[in-house]
């Protein structure tokens, strides 16, 4: 589903932020990226989604190579893929439904599927009866959950995660990546970038360890 070949990145003013990173993650897998502060994690992840380009090598994603993708292409290509980020990204100004429907509001849905799609993302990330509420009345767990419920609302193949869980105690990360397992259950393919060893050492799920841009475990993959 996702396959890095020898991809290398380097920014520009010369910091080589990956080198020559191979590995596969194959469909309906779910997979820990782990490193160091600045190893590279979120620049992995930017190569998926063609935020960021190689300077060598390949990706690809659902048997496409992003090599060349021509950027009307870019479109249809983050469609397939959901990003949860740390922060969550929201937009304080309107309402959870609002946020949520951003998605498909852009991709041109109707409004009546609009809200049931919205409606059917709430309610697999616990949140129905929020629906009206400005995102700063809710907890910060319950954000995460709004930025989870937006990045699965056009049913993607691949859900990304950075840091999903920097901001959450112990007990809310865990329930955050129970709802990704849950998304994997029924079929995701999920990678998720974390610091939290001890939450992550405790899930039965391959992990990935970049030191410096280089990958340096890869139990069960491609080391
Ligand atoms: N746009 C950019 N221009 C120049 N250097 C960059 C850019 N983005 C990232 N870098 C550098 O590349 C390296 C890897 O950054 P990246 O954000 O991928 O790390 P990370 O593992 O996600 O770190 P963190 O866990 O702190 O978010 C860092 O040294 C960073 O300063």
Redesign the pocket.
Known sequence: MIQFDQVS?R???G????KSVSFTIEPNEMVFLT????????????LMMVM?RPTQGQVLVDGQNLRGLPARKIPALRRDIGVVFQNHQLLFDRTVFDNIALPLVIAGYQPREVGRRVRAALDKVGLLSKEKQMPVTLSGGEQQRVGIARAVVNKPKILLA??PTGNLDPELSAEIMHLFEQFNQVGVTVLI?S?DLSLIARLPYRMMT?RQ?EIVTAPGGVA
């Open positions: 990145k920014y520009p003013g910091h080589e932020a990956l490193g160091h502060s600045g190893a590279g994690k979120s620049t992995l992840l930017k960021e950075d840091e970038a610091h970049l841009g």
